[in-house]
């Protein structure tokens, strides 16, 4: 069955219908979700979405857009959050020039201190990297990241990059943009890299594949994720939702199902 590494159920695109909509994931292959805190708020709502979900577990952050929150008070708050059991990583984390706000150097302290937390509770790390590719490379070569783990979250930038990813020992997650008709740098990325090191992801409410591109997201979409990767690796999808789930469960550290 299909895994989720990286879903946003507690936005409030879902808030009509998530109790419905999640109460209908396993009955459509999906076996596991993770949620990825994007604010404080979204942590603790991550938290409760692991506690009534039995196959929902969280990832504990702040995105870099949000960074501007942060204190040393909140950062205490993740670390002491980060040690309930169905915690399996801190995320996301990293630096976002696209949007550029907070400033730079705001994002940069925290992507530090919150790859620091992960080195010291001994989880995993969702990257967020955009518009940012040498930055984040530099600081997470600094940090010695390799030694940390994790997964470089809807991956974006190219072969080159996913190189020297791919030699840190990360993951790269791969979603509903390898559907899209612009995506030859991401399809280009997921032939070069080893079926071993990709994982599935959503990203939603956001990034909807092919034909629902533009629309509301979920997990229940990811078949369209799978077939285009199946293509690309001359695989069969049933083949992909295998390898891809086990990769998933060893990037977060969870035993096999
Ligand atoms: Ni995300």
Same mark, same amino acid.
């Given at each position: ?5 990286? #879903? ?7 808030? *009509? ?5 999640? #109460? ?35 990832? $504990? /952050? ?6 501007? &929150? ?47 937390? #992960? ?10 990297? %955009? ?14 990241? /390799? *030694?940390? /783990? ?12 996913? %190189? ?11 979603? /509903? ?12 990325? #997921? ?9 599935? *992801? ?7 594949? +092919? ?13 369209? +994720? $799978? &077939? &285009? ?16 789930? %086990? ?11």
């Amino acid at each position: 069955m299909i895994f989720d590494t990286h #879903a946003h159920y507690d936005d409030e695109a879902f808030d *009509e219908d998530r109790e419905e909509l999640l #109460a209908s994931l396993r009955e459509h292959g999906i076996e596991a979700v993770v949620n990825v805190g994007a604010s404080i708020a979204g942590t603790k709502r991550t938290l409760e979405l692991t506690r009534r979900w039995p196959f929902f577990y969280g990832a $504990v /952050g702040v995105h870099p857009n949000e960074t501007a &929150e942060l204190d040393e008070e909140k950062l205490e708050w993740l670390k002491q959050v980060s040690a309930e059991p169905k915690v399996v990583a801190i995320g996301e984390i990293g630096l976002d020039y696209y949007w550029d706000d907070p400033e730079r150097d705001v994002q940069k302290k925290w992507f530090d201190r919150q790859l620091e937390l #992960a080195r010291e509770v001994g989880l995993p790390v969702v990257i967020h990297s %955009r518009d940012a590719a040498k930055d984040t490379l530099d600081m997470m070569k600094a940090a010695k990241a /390799g *030694e940390i /783990g994790g997964v470089i979250h809807c991956f974006s930038y190219g072969v080159e990059m996913a %190189r020297e990813y791919l030699n840190m020992g990360f993951f790269i997650g791969i979603g /509903g943009v390898l559907t899209f008709k612009n995506a030859r740098k991401l399809k280009e990325v #997921a032939a070069y890299a080893p079926i071993e090191r990709i994982v599935l *992801e959503t990203d939603c409410p956001y990034l909807a594949p +092919v034909p629902y591109r533009g629309k509301r997201n979920s997990s229940l979409n990811l078949p369209y +994720v $799978v &077939e &285009e990767l199946a293509q690309i690796k001359g695989l069969t999808p049933e083949e992909i939702v295998e390898i891809t789930n %086990r990769n998933a469960r060893r990037l977060y550290r969870l035993g096999d199902q």
